[in-house]
C-alpha cells in the first residue's frame, strides 16, 4: 500500500504560481512511477504531468506543457508540481498519483493509489 498527501493548494491570480507537493508513504517510494491528474467540476479526470520512476523522464499533457514541471525527491519521498503562468482553465482539483508500470501512462485507470486531491484556484 502506499499513502500519498497533497499540499500546496490555493488562490491565486492568472499569471501567478503554486508549487504543489505530495508526500508518499508505506512501500518504497522510489520503484512508482508518478503522476498528476486534475479535474474541474462537471469535466473528467486529466493527465497532467509524469515522471516515470525508471528513467525519471518526465512527460506533460499539452496544455501544461513549458508552464509546469514535474520531480521527485526520493529521499524526502516526494513529487512536486511546479506550476508557473497559471490561467483561470487551470482551476481543478489535483490529484497525486501513483502506478507500479516503469513508464508515465496518461490513462487515469493505470494508476494504482491515489491522494485526497488539493483545490487550485486561479483568478482573473
Known amino acids: 500500500q502506499v499513502q500519498l498527501v497533497e499540499s500546496g493548494g490555493g488562490l491565486v491570480q492568472t499569471g501567478g504560481s503554486l508549487r504543489l507537493s505530495c508526500a508518499a508513504s508505506g512501500r518504497t517510494f522510489s520503484s512508482y512511477t508518478m503522476g498528476w491528474f486534475r479535474q474541474a467540476p462537471g469535466k473528467e479526470r486529466e493527465f497532467v504531468a509524469g515522471?516515470?520512476?525508471?528513467?525519471?523522464?518526465?512527460y506533460y499533457a499539452d496544455s501544461v506543457k513549458g508552464r509546469f514541471t514535474i520531480s521527485r525527491d526520493n529521499a524526502k519521498n516526494t513529487v512536486y508540481l511546479q506550476m508557473n503562468s497559471l490561467k483561470p482553465e487551470d482551476t481543478a482539483v489535483y490529484y497525486c498519483?501513483?502506478?507500479?508500470?516503469?513508464?508515465?501512462?496518461?490513462?487515469?485507470?493505470?494508476?494504482?493509489?491515489w491522494g485526497q486531491g488539493t483545490q487550485v484556484t486561479v483568478s482573473s
Open positions: 498519483t501513483a502506478r507500479s508500470g516503469h513508464y508515465v501512462d496518461t490513462s487515469r485507470l493505470k494508476y494504482d493509489y
Open positions: 515522471i516515470s520512476w525508471i528513467t525519471t523522464s518526465t
